[in-house]
């Protein structure tokens, strides 16, 4: 079965520390995809990143990055110098070749203090 | 392109009622899926379609009905709602492989007294 794991309920900085958001999948597939996912206070849901099981290069866009590491079974990522406009709940999902659903997350809540 | 509508974006309902969350995409996207929201427990999939004509359950399917008649929508009825049906839902949709990303309606927020 697949799961993914977000320890980190809730997480609350100061403007412009840097901040990692932890996620761990379990999943028996050897085709799989990872994602993350951002829900502002208005509540949509926005689409940050995707990777597939056989690309563990790290990705950097800006001020944000994403470690994914096959023998840890994890999917980072981390903000630096953030910003309050980051303060967002954070999902990280997974999903496999053929699947027809993404399993997602439990979330996590992100604060960013002026 | 308007992407993924959801109506209404609000709702109470009373225990009994019966109603229909409407969700629509003009991107000629195959599939189609419907999510709840629930606190500490992320999204998780009520049904979903792969095209018209065809739907099937997903992990929390019960008390919920769909059909797909047409590729741009796919409405969730509940049939006869109930308190634990109170929650937050997200109409999604993607092209082709499970790889690509989904776009997500801005949810529909719904109380069940």
């Known amino acids: 079965a697949q799961k993914v794991t977000q320890a980190q309920t809730e997480i609350s900085v100061v403007e412009k520390e840097d901040v990692t958001l932890d996620c761990v999948y379990e999943?028996?597939?050897?085709?799989?995809?990872l994602f993350w996912y951002k829900q502002p206070p208005s509540g949509e849901l926005v689409f940050l990143i995707r990777r597939n099981s056989f690309d563990e290069q790290n990705e950097i866009s800006g001020r944000y990055s994403w470690n994914f590491q096959k023998s840890t079974s994890s999917f980072n990522f981390t903000i630096t110098a953030s910003q309050v406009v980051d303060s967002a709940v954070y999902f990280c999902?997974?999903?496999?070749?053929?699947?027809?659903?993404?399993?997602f997350g439990q979330g996590t809540r992100l604060t960013i203090n002026p | 392109n308007a992407g993924v509508t959801q109506t209404p974006k609000f709702q109470v309902l009373k225990t009994g009622q019966s109603m229909t969350l409407q969700c629509a995409q003009d991107?000629?996207?195959?599939?189609m899926s419907w999510y709840r929201q629930d606190p500490g427990m992320g999204l998780r999939l009520i049904h979903y379609?792969?095209?018209?004509?065809?739907?099937d359950q997903g992990e929390v399917p019960n008390g919920y009905n769909v059909s797909r008649s047409t590729t741009e929508d796919f409405p969730l009825r509940l049939l006869s709602a109930a308190p634990s049906q109170t929650s937050v839902y997200f109409c999604?949709?993607?092209?082709?492989?499970?790889?690509?990303?989904?776009?997500f309606g801005p949810g529909t927020r719904l109380t069940v007294l």
């Open positions: 999902a997974l999903s496999y070749q053929g699947a027809q659903k993404l399993v």
């Open positions: 991107m000629n996207h195959e599939y």
């Open positions: 379609s792969v095209g018209a004509g065809i739907t």
């Open positions: 999604a949709s993607r092209t082709g492989s499970s790889y690509n990303e989904q776009f």
């Open positions: 999943t028996r597939d050897t085709t799989y995809y």
